[in-house]
């Protein structure tokens, strides 16, 4: 799928800066899982995971959003209307 070279992508959530760590984990010790199969390990990590230890991922995410800010000030998401 070709993507326009002019296309602004979305800053990390939470949850996906938490997947982005915890895959390594899964790819390590599981090297032929697939990403849906990936997604589904780590959404179920996220949701036994406590508050505290979501705080963390909740941080970075502020901080992604500000950086994502500064770098595309005129950023607006707008989702593309489903045919």
């Not at 982005?20 to 849906?36: K, L, M, S």
């Not at 997604?39 to 959003?65: C, F, P």
């Amino acid at each position: 799928r070709k993507r326009d070279p002019n296309h602004v992508p979305r800053p990390m959530n939470s949850f996906l800066s938490y997947r982005t760590e915890q895959q390594h984990f899964i790819r390590y010790y599981c090297p032929g899982a697939n990403h849906r199969e990936i997604s589904k390990i780590v959404a179920k990590w996220w949701h036994e995971l406590n508050e505290e230890g979501k705080e963390l991922y909740r941080e970075q995410a502020i901080s992604a959003k500000l950086k994502h800010a500064e770098r595309y000030p005129d950023y607006k998401f707008t989702p593309k209307k489903k045919k």
